[in-house]
């Protein structure tokens, strides 16, 4: 079957609703809560507001990250992401977008350097084979490797 190779089914397990504490940084927290709850499998949603901001774009030419601080308050308007393995390493893989004192949005891929305000976390285990990441020729990118 095309894209066979390409794609796991999971079932759903339990649902976390956590809260990160004020001044966390962002991923951590979302790490921390992960690995108190013993998941390797999850999909995350995020709402709440920051006090500082980084995030991260993907040039695809020249296959880096470059990373953009961003100054002032932000609202969390939506993070989304998973959880999986690289190295054997937990690692959430998440994008953010993020709303200014005018309404504006930016966004990009989250790193370390969001500073927590508040944030509502919730975490969706998922039952079955924990996805381990592998370097991708192509992309240059840390992508699921099914066959691992
Ligand atoms: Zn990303």
Not at 4 to 27: A, F, N, Q, S
Not at 107 to 113: D, E, I, M, S, T
Request: proline share 2%.
């Amino acid at each position: 079957m095309p894209g066979e190779e390409y794609i796991e089914t999971y079932v759903p397990g339990e649902i976390h609703i956590g809260r990160l504490k004020h001044g966390d940084d962002l991923l951590a927290g979302i790490l921390a809560l992960c690995t108190e709850k013993n998941i390797q499998m999850g999909a995350v949603q995020a709402i709440g507001a920051l006090s500082t901001a980084k995030v991260a774009y993907y040039h695809q030419n020249e296959k880096k990250y470059q990373e953009i601080s961003l100054d002032g308050h932000y609202e969390i308007v939506s993070l989304i992401g998973n959880i999986s393995l690289k190295d054997g390493v937990l690692l959430c893989h998440a994008h953010i977008v993020l709303g200014d004192e005018t309404g504006n949005t930016q966004g990009g891929h989250l790193v370390r350097g969001c500073t927590v305000f508040a944030c509502e976390v919730i975490i969706t285990a998922l039952k079955g084979k924990t996805l381990q990441r592998g370097y991708d020729e192509m992309t240059g990118l840390p992508l699921w490797n099914f066959k691992l």
